[in-house]
């Protein structure tokens, strides 16, 4: 098992946030299923805790804020926050298995970044495109371009 192998099955923050129904290897059916169920702030906080960010923040990486998720303890999230948990959880994956840590990754996402108009990936995270620009980038740095 090479190095990029062992450090994403040791972090997988879908089956964090999805508090065990979901995995990296899930059926895309599944996980459709799962969204238009909702997830729980359960398996959001579990999440916020894993990957040691504030609630405040993780809520403005899903693009919502912390009232609406400590205000919805018991009940299903919207489709639209529950859709972005698990790409930001999936995002996570990639990023803490290119990063080698949870630490490195963070580090990464709160330093601006000209790729991001100077500003750190975490504050383009709220996005679809801007998941898809952080995702970039770090294949970038994969292949030996600089960020």
Same mark, same amino acid.
């Given at each position: *098992? @090479? $190095?990029? %192998? &062992? !450090? #994403?099955? $040791? &972090?997988?923050? !879908?089956?964090?946030?999805? /508090?065990?129904?979901?995995?990296? &290897? #899930? @059926?895309? *059916? =599944?996980?459709? =299923? !799962?969204?238009?169920?909702?997830l729980t702030t359960a398996g959001l906080r579990t999440f916020s805790t894993s990957i040691q960010w504030e609630l405040s923040t993780l809520a403005k990486?899903?693009?919502?804020?912390?009232?609406?998720?400590?205000?919805?303890?018991?009940?299903?999230? @919207? $489709? %639209?926050? #529950?859709? @972005?948990a698990i790409e930001v959880a999936r995002l996570s994956n990639f990023g803490i298995a290119y990063f080698s840590s949870i630490d490195n990754w963070n580090i990464w996402l709160g330093t601006p970044n000209v790729q991001f108009d100077n500003q750190p990936a975490r504050a383009i995270m709220n996005s679809?495109?801007?998941?898809? /620009?952080?995702?970039?980038? !770090? #294949?970038? /740095? %994969?292949h030996g371009f600089t960020a």
């Open positions: *098992m @090479n $190095k990029v %192998q &062992h !450090i #994403s099955t $040791k &972090h997988d923050f !879908i089956n964090t946030v999805t /508090l065990g129904e979901l995995n990296t &290897h #899930s @059926n895309p *059916m =599944a996980e459709i =299923a !799962i969204v238009k169920v909702g990486a899903l693009g919502t804020t912390e009232r609406t998720l400590l205000r919805n303890k018991d009940k299903p999230l @919207n $489709k %639209q926050i #529950s859709e @972005n679809i495109r801007g998941r898809e /620009l952080i995702r970039r980038v !770090i #294949s970038g /740095l %994969q």
